[in-house]
C-alpha cells in the first residue's frame, strides 16, 4: 500500500497503521515536544550519504521539521496523545544529562537510570517508523506494528525487539525499513541477514526488528514488554562507552556490514 510524503492537502489514500482509505494528516518525527529543534533540511539518504547525492545539492529546508502525510486523522491523535507523550517525556530526560556532558565534560556513570513508561515508548517508536514507510507491505513487523496499535492497551508482542542506544548527534536518521547483517563482520548469508527500521534522533537512538533477539550490545528496551501500558519503571541508559558509536552507525557499510535499501528512506539535519 502507498502513503504520501507531504503530499498536497486533500488527497486520499490508504493509512499505514488502521488501513482506512481516507485524507490523510501529517506525522511529525521525531514528534512535537520533544528535544529536537524544528528547522531542519531535509535530504533522502542515499543523497546525503553519497559523494554524488552531495554534489547535486538537492535537499530542501523545512521550518516545521520533517513530516509523513501517511496515517488518518484518528491514527495520528491516538500515537500523539498518550505514546509520544511519553516518548518524549523519555527523551527529554536523557537529553538534560547528554547535554550536560556535552558542555561541561560533566563525569557521568556508565548507566544511568531514567523513569519512562517501556510500553509507550516501544509503541511511539513502532508507529513512527511505519508511518515513515511511503511504501507499505505486510511482512511480520509491520502486521504485528498495526495490530498493536489498533488496540489502545496492547503490549508489545513477541518477536518484535526495540533496541535503543545514545544518539549524542544533531542530524535525525529515518530508515524504516532496510536489510542489514544480523552479525556485521560475520560474512553474509541468507541465515545471518535481517530486516530492520532505524530512527535515530538527539538524544536515543532505536533499531526495531523481528529478526533477531540481540544486536551488538544494544540494550533491550523489549525487555520490559511484560510491563503494563502505563507502568513507570527505571530504564538504564549506557552514558558512556569505550568506543561511542559514530552517528552513521549501523546503518552504513563499516565494520563488515552490508545494506540493502528500498524506497523508505529520509535523513535530515537540525
Known sequence: MRGKLVVDNGEVFFCNICQSRTTLTRDHIPPKGGPQGRNVTIARFLQARTAAGQAQHLRHVSQSGLMYRTICGRCNSRLGRFDDRALNDFANRVARYVRAQQNSRLWLPEAVTFKGKPTRIMRAILGHALAAKVLTSNDDLTVLTR????????????????????????????????????????????????????????????????????????????????????????????????????????????????????????????
Open 147 to 270: 495490530q498493536t496499535l489498533m488496540d489502545d492497551c496492547a503490549g508489545i508482542p513477541e518477536p518484535v525487539e526495540v533496541f535503543y542506544w545514545v544518539y549524542p548527534y544533531s542530524t535525525v536518521c529515518i530508515v524504516p525499513e532496510v536489510g542489514m547483517l544480523k552479525q556485521p563482520g560475520a560474512g553474509y548469508s541468507p541465515d545471518n541477514f535481517g530486516f530492520f527500521g532505524i530512527i535515530k534522533y538527539f538524544p536515543i537512538g532505536y533499531l526495531v526488528t523481528t529478526d533477531v533477539r540481540r544486536y551488538a550490545d544494544l540494550d533491550r528496551m523489549s525487555a520490559f514488554r511484560t510491563c503494563g501500558i502505563d507502568d513507570l519503571v527505571d530504564i538504564p541508559v549506557r552514558m558512556r562507552r569505550d568506543k561511542p558509536y559514530r552517528p552513521t552507525w549501523p546503518d552504513d557499510d563499516h565494520d563488515g556490514n552490508c545494506l540493502l535499501f528500498g524506497a523508505n528512506l529520509v535523513l535530515h539535519d537540525s
